[in-house]
């Protein structure tokens, strides 16, 4: 394949022009070398610098939640307690930090949130609807037949999280899906 470099593209189109102008069965009867090397070195212009790429420029700044005021640990957050804040862009990029309140309200503190300062997403946890060790009612439910007693969870969950309880009557060990009211659906096993 042949390849030209950018002037001499130019070069030769500009070499040919003569050649195009004649009638059709002239420019049949002359040889092309005969007419590349009869033409005129044409000048071979400057090349022309490209125009560097467009840059979207990035905002220079961003707002982000943060706690309007302290948020002591194991506080859920609701949206009273946030509050808005500019900062530059490059802290959301920088850091894992929450970018909207969507992210915090509903959630638990893991550790003091100070006032005015960023909120980070590992500062946060989903709520725990059942806490190891304090009863809770287990419900089981299959064909009309419901039956409703009171376990032990032995270990801690949120909503739809699969937890293992310990049933106060009989003492046997079962698994649940804890329940948005608190509660945890026992399963047919």
Known sequence: MLRLLPGAALALAL????LLAQAPSAARQRPIADTVSSAAPAPVPAPVPA?????????AQ????VA???IAPGETITASMLDERVFPA????QHPVAVNQGQLVGKVARRLLVAGNTIPVSAVAEA????RGVATELRFEHEG?????LGVPLESGVLGALVKLKNADSGKIVAGVVQADGSVKVSVQ
């Open 15 to 18: 070499s040919c022009a003569p």
């Open 51 to 59: 125009a560097p790429p467009a840059v979207v420029a990035a905002p």
């Open 62 to 65: 961003i707002s982000l939640p």
């Open 68 to 70: 309007a005021t302290n």
């Open 90 to 93: 490059a802290t959301a990029s």
């Open 128 to 131: 725990q609807l059942v806490t």
């Open 145 to 149: 037949l419901s039956i409703r007693a």
